[in-house]
Each structure stands twice: as C-alpha cells, then as structure tokens.
C-alpha cells in the first residue's frame, strides 16, 4: 500500500482536523469538543451545510449544542445512578430479619 492513505497516520489525521476547522469555520474551542465526543473531521465536512439546507446549523453551532446535549445527558444519568446506589430495603426484609432471630432464640 504505497499511495494508500492509511487512516492511523498522525501526520494525516491533523491535516485533516486542520481542514476541517477551516472549512467549517470552527473555532478552537469547537475543535476540542468534537474531538472529545469523538467526532471525525470528515464528518464535520460532510455536515457544512449548503445554500438549499436553510434547516441546517453552522458546524460550529451543530458541534456545540451537540456537546452540552451529551453534556446534560451525561449529568442526569449520573445524578440517577446515584439515586439506585442506594441500597432500598422491603419491609419484607425487616420480618425476615425478626423472624431470623426469634429462630436462633428458639
């Protein structure tokens, strides 16, 4: 694979952040959240959008409503894992407790 473009390159793989930040006009901060939500530079290309997609957001708009999104999502799904930490315990539990030691008086 001589003229292939092997996609682990680091040479390559900056080149192409490189392009994508300026063609989507991104700033650095967009950058480093695309990056952090594991975003492809190709992708952010591919999602410019053109003059017919009125519908369609800057990139740099789509990246970081994208990022508080996982953001918020991430924070609530933390604060309920919290929540279900905390062992619940039946009523059930306390008879069966009662019982188990009236059981060893006996």
């Given amino acids: 694979m001589?003229?292939?473009?092997?996609?682990?390159?680091?040479?390559k793989k900056a080149e192409r952040w490189k392009e994508a930040k300026v063609r989507c006009k991104l700033s650095n901060e967009a950058v480093k959240?695309?990056?952090e939500m594991g975003l492809n530079p190709l992708s952010l290309i591919k999602?410019?959008?053109n003059q017919q997609q009125l519908w369609k957001s800057p990139v740099e708009e789509w990246v970081r409503?994208?990022?508080?999104q996982r953001k918020t999502k991430s924070k609530?799904?933390?604060?309920s894992s919290r929540?279900?930490?905390?062992?619940k315990t039946h009523p059930q539990d306390k008879v069966d407790a009662e019982v188990g030691v009236k059981m060893a008086k006996m």
């Fill in 33 to 35: 959240m695309a990056k």
């Fill in 65 to 68: 409503d994208m990022y508080e």
């Fill in 2 to 11: 001589d003229g292939g473009i092997s996609i682990f390159n680091p040479d």
């Fill in 76 to 79: 609530k799904f933390k604060e």
């Fill in 83 to 87: 929540k279900t930490d905390i062992p």
């Fill in 47 to 49: 999602n410019i959008p």
